[in-house]
């Protein structure tokens, strides 16, 4: 029987506590392994800003690594836009609401049901589980600065991340406050986007916390960072930052020549459509074989 013909890919639906200012928030996702009743490393995969769990590389990058040996769960954070259900980024009122600190919380929620054992139903053993964080540009900052804040991560990697959130110039801070949203670059595939203060107020009001080098330098465990030499959208030397930052052993960075931000991944995801990918892929899996086994 062919490995992928033992592949079970299951949904769930995470909601915030009924106590939270968040209660009416849920984070969705799809987790998938191979059904062989062996105990597995779980990988916590996060999606970065205008994708979702469902876009291009995302699913691939779950059965990828679900081939390899990991439950691996891919989510839609809860503020992404997309409904549950959905495929798409259609809500575009939450979207403008869409914070670092909400995608941390969101992460947490996850992490948390692991450990309590809510996910156990998906093939997912508490007893001694290695967890890791995998994430993609902006998901790959927050995984960051949710590892920090846990004890029970053994692994990050991020890749194409960015090394502060705090991207905009004084006078569009002013514009912003002033017009209460700020007006996006217009997008190809969604046209102009508008997003509320949240996340400018989130930005400020958190800048501590959503410090991405302090945290790196605060990480329990060996770090990843990965980036395209081609990156016009997080240039490399957000991760040469990041990687001299840490200051350990225990970071480690790869370059992907000549690719871009997406690793020239389009979506609809194309099976085999991108080389680079590939390769990081590849290298990422064998980054985790080496420091996973050392653990």
Not at 214 to 240: F, M, Q, Y
Request: contains cysteine; aromatic residues 8%; proline residues 4%.
């Amino acid at each position: 029987m062919h490995i992928m013909e033992l592949l079970t890919t299951q949904e769930f639906v995470l909601a915030h506590p009924s106590t939270s200012e968040r209660a009416e928030e849920v984070v969705s996702g799809d987790i998938r392994y191979i059904d062989d009743g062996r105990p597995k490393p779980v990988m916590l995969i996060a999606h970065g800003y205008k994708t979702f769990k469902d876009w291009g590389m995302f699913p691939h990058v779950g059965e990828y690594f679900a081939e390899r040996g990991f439950v691996t769960i891919v989510i839609n954070f809860a503020r992404n836009g997309v409904k549950t259900g959905e495929n798409q980024i259609t809500d575009w009122d939450i979207f403008s609401r869409l914070t670092p600190t909400s995608e941390i919380e969101d992460l947490h929620l996850v992490l948390d049901a692991i450990e309590d054992g809510a996910l156990e139903y998906y093939g997912i053993d508490t007893e001694d589980t290695q967890r890791v964080l995998l994430g993609h540009s902006g998901g790959g900052s927050v995984s960051i600065i949710t590892a920090s804040e846990r004890d029970d991560i053994q692994a990050v990697i991020s890749w194409s991340a960015v090394s502060t959130f705090d991207r905009f110039t004084p006078e569009e801070k002013k514009q912003w406050r002033e017009k209460g949203t700020l007006e996006l670059h217009s997008d190809p595939e969604y046209g102009t986007i508008r997003i509320g203060t949240e996340p400018l107020h989130d930005i400020e009001n958190n800048d501590e916390r959503l410090n991405i080098l302090d945290a790196v330098k605060r990480l329990p465990c060996p770090v990843l960072i990965a980036h395209g030499t081609n990156d016009s959208t997080v240039d490399r030397k957000e991760a040469d930052i990041l990687y001299k930052t840490a200051g350990s052993d225990e970071a480690t960075i790869i370059e992907i020549k000549d690719a871009n931000h997406l690793y020239d991944v389009t979506h609809p995801y194309k099976a085999g459509s991108s080389e680079h990918l590939n390769r990081l892929l590849d290298e990422t899996n064998h980054w985790l074989k080496t420091v996973l086994n050392n653990s």
